[in-house]
């Protein structure tokens, strides 16, 4: 059974730091990604790793702030999220694909249960 489990979200003032971590079980993923949601918006590409760590990307607002990495032998991705704005509230989500780096949801076959992070002014 394949599973996804982000830890790591919580309430941090604007300026702080946060880390996100993705556990994967059940196989090995190639591309792995994170996206948020804010209420009464839609799911957002936020950043992306290929299996290899090699490549990268990032949602341009994110830029310099986020750094996204994995370690494969914990099958765990982690988001390392720095300088938080408050438009950076939002249900963060974990998700995998056997394919290469995407922005797009739908290409994603696996997500986890997501991850609150609020940031306050």
């Known amino acids: 059974q394949v599973q996804l489990v982000e830890s790591g979200g919580g309430l941090v003032q604007a300026g702080g730091s946060l880390r996100l971590s993705c556990a994967a079980s059940?196989?090995?993923?190639?591309?792995m990604g994170w996206f948020r949601q804010a209420p009464g918006k839609e799911r957002e590409f936020v950043a992306a790793?290929?299996?290899?760590?090699?490549?990268?990307d990032y949602e341009d607002s994110v830029k310099g702030r986020f750094t996204i990495s994995r370690n494969n032998a914990k099958d765990t991705v982690y988001l390392q999220m720095n300088s938080l704005k408050p438009e950076d509230t939002a249900v963060y989500y974990c998700?995998?694909?056997?394919?290469?780096?995407?922005?797009?949801?739908?290409?994603?076959?696996?997500w986890g249960q997501g991850t609150q992070v609020t940031v306050s002014s």
């Open positions: 059940g196989r090995t993923f190639s591309a």
């Open positions: 998700a995998a694909t056997s394919g290469l780096v995407q922005r797009i949801p739908t290409y994603y076959n696996y």
């Open positions: 790793i290929s299996w290899d760590g090699l490549t990268t």
